[in-house]
């Protein structure tokens, strides 16, 4: 009797055993990544309408700091890269249901996307919400924007900032060429978006008679993503290693002068911090 | 037909109380409504064309004469991105427009078939479903078709991606299906139901006498409607933009995103859409009208 149930015990104990080490085989299975390396093809997805990390150039091809990007993750995997223009609405889709295998799309890093998609670390850039506004409406504080019209752009983040902390009330546009027509016919105050962004327009002359007035808020890290399932698997470990170089060795800084970023502190800041403690 | 003689009970008052077969009365055939849109752009004059043109080429230059940026500058920003805004953009909305066309003329035809069968269970379903689809906002089926539909099919292990364009086609070929329909049933009940007595007496069956009899007279009848159907349709496929398909207003905007974003060039680039636009379904329109005029039955 007792033999009996110490043999079923031992049964049951061995049966456990393999489950578990089944669940734990289950959550790598690196499907992606095995699929991107016998089919010699990485599939990135990258903005079409967010100059300059991801544009088109004339003959139609995607250019930008974002596909440079893409272009070095390939060329590391040693595979054929494609890229696939993404929009904010779409882009976390796209990774979930398989139409891409990652993502570098100007993504803000949040934690409800980090449910949906494999954000991994470090952040390899980062932006505030601010807004540009004409000189005459002379907004000083983010409150003044309170129950007033504020243009954005759909699909963005910086809506939700403004609209669930100042009250504004914002209007969301498809493009920024649309949007920004809107502030030139004052149909809103200002305009919200990302502070790089608006000094850019700033700095073209194009917008003399407009200021970004207040201070950045929100400085939000962005973050490239990969399935969820292989978040802390081979893809998600190596993208994290790949961000680690791009930040050290101040290739994105490189990149941020070729495409004619404003430098900013985030990128010199980390690339003291990762520092190879031997370099002289 | 000069003057009626007097008939009573038809186009006088009735003088007898007895059964009068009165005459059948006959819809017209096609209906002269069915190509309304066509008709309309017709109707423009041809220089409508490089007016407008000139119009949307001028605008940066009176609405933002203030601006450094010029005329000469949104101009030569639109002729670089020219090819590929055709190319890439506006070749794929014919693709699109074909595709949907002949998706939709299929499906409409045998629906149309369906509401006349004399089978209250196969002619009532198929009534309703056309009036469904045919009273339905093309946006709200579109939106309808890509959420519903899977982004992939597996079929013993093959995985097929159904990319978001086929899905565009399949939501847009559901309004045209049913409007297929109905151009479908409005030619056959146009044909004088003389033919289909004649039909009988020579005994055909119901099926020779539509495929034979019934079905040849109304095809060159429903080529107008048709024609006209799909100049609506085309107009219609910018609406797959809004589903993020990569035709002409999407790449459009992201031309426009590329040239920095400036408001300038909002005009001259959506104003190239319209008038590519229109040079594809003027063409038609006029070649509608035409064979309209050539098919009208003389009663």
């Known amino acids: ?280 | 037909m000069a003057m009626l003689k007097s008939i009573p009970g038809i186009n006088s008052a009735s003088t007898t109380d007895m059964a009068v077969l009165k005459p059948v009365s006959v819809a017209t055939p096609g209906g002269a409504s069915d190509i309304n849109f066509s008709r309309f752009i017709a109707d423009l004059p041809w220089w409508l064309l490089p007016a407008l043109a000139a119009i949307f080429m001028m605008w940066p230059l009176a609405a933002y004469a203030q601006s450094t940026y010029t005329m000469a500058d949104a101009t030569s920003a639109l002729v670089k991105w020219l090819p590929f805004l055709v190319f890439q953009g506006f070749v794929f909305n014919i693709l699109i427009s074909i595709t949907t066309m002949a998706l939709g003329t299929f499906a409409g035809v045998v629906l149309g078939l369906m509401q006349i069968s004399p089978n209250r269970l196969i002619s009532k379903p198929a009534w309703l479903i056309t009036q469904t689809f045919r009273n339905s906002p093309w946006l709200v089926l579109l939106f309808i078709v890509m959420l519903a539909f899977p982004f992939k099919i597996e079929i013993g292990g093959l995985i097929i991606q159904i990319p978001d364009w086929i899905k565009a086609v399949f939501g847009l070929s559901l309004p045209i299906m049913a409007n297929i329909s109905e151009v479908v049933r409005g030619a056959i009940a146009s044909v004088p139901s003389g033919q289909w007595e004649a039909a009988e007496s020579l005994a055909y069956s119901r099926q020779q006498t539509l495929w034979r009899i019934i079905l040849p007279q109304c095809f060159k009848r429903m080529i107008p409607p048709w024609m006209n159907w799909y100049a609506i349709l085309t107009m219609a496929t910018p609406l797959v933009s809004l589903l993020g398909v990569e035709e002409i207003v999407t790449l459009s905007r992201q031309a426009m995103a590329a040239e920095n974003g400036r408001p300038e060039l909002l005009v001259p680039f959506y104003g190239f859409c319209l008038v590519i636009f229109f040079a594809y379904c003027y063409p038609i329109a006029r070649g509608t009208i035409a064979l309209e005029r050539k098919y009208t039955v003389k009663l």
Not at chain 1, 252 to 259: D, F, M, Q, R, V
């Open chain 1, 1 to 280: 009797m007792f033999k009996k149930s110490l043999k079923l015990g031992i049964a049951t104990g061995v049966a456990l055993a393999t489950a578990v080490t089944a669940a734990a085989a289950a959550q790598c299975s690196n499907d992606t990544w095995k699929k991107v390396m016998s089919a010699g093809k990485l599939v990135v997805g990258v903005k079409a309408d967010y100059k300059p990390w991801g544009f088109r150039d004339p003959s139609g091809k995607l250019i930008g700091m974002e596909a440079d990007m893409a272009q070095d993750v390939a060329d590391a995997m040693g595979v054929e890269l494609e890229m696939v223009p993404v929009q904010s609405s779409n882009r976390m889709q796209f990774l979930e249901q398989g139409k891409i295998d990652l993502m570098i799309a100007t993504m803000s890093d949040r934690e409800d996307r980090r449910k949906i998609v494999g954000i991994v670390g470090p952040n390899y850039y980062t932006s505030g919400t601010n807004v540009m506004s004409p000189k005459a409406v002379g907004i000083t504080k983010w409150e003044d924007l309170k129950d007033k019209p504020v243009c954005g752009k759909q699909g963005a983040f910086y809506n939700k900032i403004v609209t669930e902390r100042y009250g504004a009330k914002v209007v969301a546009f498809t493009g920024n060429a649309e949007a920004k027509q809107a502030l030139r016919d004052k149909k809103c105050i200002a305009w919200v978006y990302d502070d790089s962004s608006i000094m850019s327009d700033l700095s073209s002359g194009e917008y003399n008679d407009f200021e970004m007035p207040l201070n950045s808020e929100d400085d939000n890290p962005w973050g490239l993503a990969v399935p969820l399932a292989e978040k802390n698997c081979v893809f998600g470990n190596f993208m994290s290693g790949m961000q680690y170089n791009w930040l050290s060795s101040g290739r994105l800084i490189e990149l941020e002068k070729k495409w004619g970023i404003q430098p900013t502190k985030f990128l010199a800041d980390k690339k003291e911090q990762y520092k190879d403690w031997l370099a002289k």
